[in-house]
């Protein structure tokens, strides 16, 4: 029988495969970064489309599959897809010693990857709105000395300027504070989620002062985030996302009249199939 290492290397392995990661230090943070020491002790409540299903175990070994274990299922909460997150970060593109910001940082395990690749030449500061979970996350990092975690909503505080910030639950729009804070080439990436339905991951990447390429890099479905909804744009957005043309947005625009190359106009902002300062890209 396998024992948990090892399965934490082929899951590593399979979550980076199927996230297509060229970046080689995502399979290595998923291979050294334990799972276990962030979900609590088991069995542990598995969701799925029709509601959440006991592990009835406690053996860490089950937790290594591309699956969401619930953080807290009153909420709907959950400890998001590994492959969904590899993705993610191989897209973040993070280098040693880069400052990062997380913004719903749940119980600490995808802080801890944040973590990992930035290592402790970098600096982490971990939001969570939740106290429950943020005393968790307190706990389950608080071996990470470059890692800080901030009971605070993560749309209202004051962020530290950062080369990466990093969203774990669904916006209707990039608020302003997450794009004031971003360091030039800074990148936000956040999950752009319609009322219903599916959205989209968007990573927007300052190139210049208020100028911004952005790339929505793959479907994505998460918690709403409180402090960044607008009921109005999440229905604009059903459409937007129904016209499975996402993949043509190029550059995020603000302070400026939407043209003919609008994908999706926002109040304040609108998304482009023309790069930054009309390139194409």
């Given at each position: 029988m396998a024992n948990v290492d090892t399965l934490r290397t082929f899951y590593a392995r399979y979550v980076t495969a199927h996230g297509e990661c060229k970046d080689p230090r995502i399979q290595q943070a998923f291979a050294a970064v334990e799972r276990e020491n962030?979900?609590?002790?088991?069995?542990?409540?598995?969701?799925?489309p029709?509601?959440?299903?006991?592990?009835?175990?406690?053996?860490?070994?089950?937790?290594?599959?591309?699956?969401?274990?619930?953080?807290?299922?009153?909420?709907?909460?959950?400890?998001?897809e590994p492959s969904l997150h590899a993705r993610c970060l191989d897209a973040a593109?993070?280098?040693?010693?880069?400052?990062?910001?997380?913004?719903?940082s749940g119980t600490g395990y995808y802080t801890a990857l944040l973590a990992h690749l930035t290592g402790d030449t970098g600096k982490v500061a971990a939001y969570e709105i939740d106290p429950s979970?943020?005393?968790?996350?307190?706990?389950?990092?608080?071996?990470?000395?470059?890692?800080?975690?901030?009971?605070?909503?993560?749309?209202?505080?004051?962020?530290?300027?950062?080369?990466?910030?990093?969203?774990?639950?669904?916006a209707t729009h990039p608020l302003n504070s997450w794009l004031e804070a971003l360091n030039d080439g800074g990148r936000l990436i956040f999950p752009l989620t319609p009322n219903r339905g599916l959205g989209g991951m968007l990573r927007v990447t300052r190139v210049g002062s208020d100028t911004y390429a952005a790339k929505l890099i793959c479907p994505a479905m998460f918690i709403e985030c409180i402090g960044a909804r607008d009921d109005a744009t999440g229905e604009s957005l059903v459409n937007a996302f129904a016209s499975n043309t996402a993949?043509?947005?190029?550059?995020?625009?603000?302070?400026t009249l939407a043209d003919h190359s609008a994908w999706f106009v926002g109040a304040g902002w609108w998304l482009s199939t023309s790069g930054p300062n009309n390139s194409v890209v």
């Open positions: 962030y979900l609590g002790p088991g069995p542990w409540q598995v969701f799925t029709t509601g959440y299903i006991s592990t009835d175990t406690a053996d860490p070994a089950v937790l290594y599959q591309d699956i969401l274990f619930g953080l807290r299922t009153d909420r709907g909460l959950n400890n998001g593109a993070i280098s040693p010693g880069e400052t990062i910001t997380h913004i719903g979970l943020s005393v968790r996350a307190s706990s389950n990092l608080a071996h990470l000395k470059h890692v800080r975690v901030v009971e605070e909503s993560g749309t209202s505080a004051v962020l530290p300027r950062s080369d990466l910030i990093y969203i774990s639950a669904g993949d043509a947005v190029r550059s995020l625009r603000l302070k």
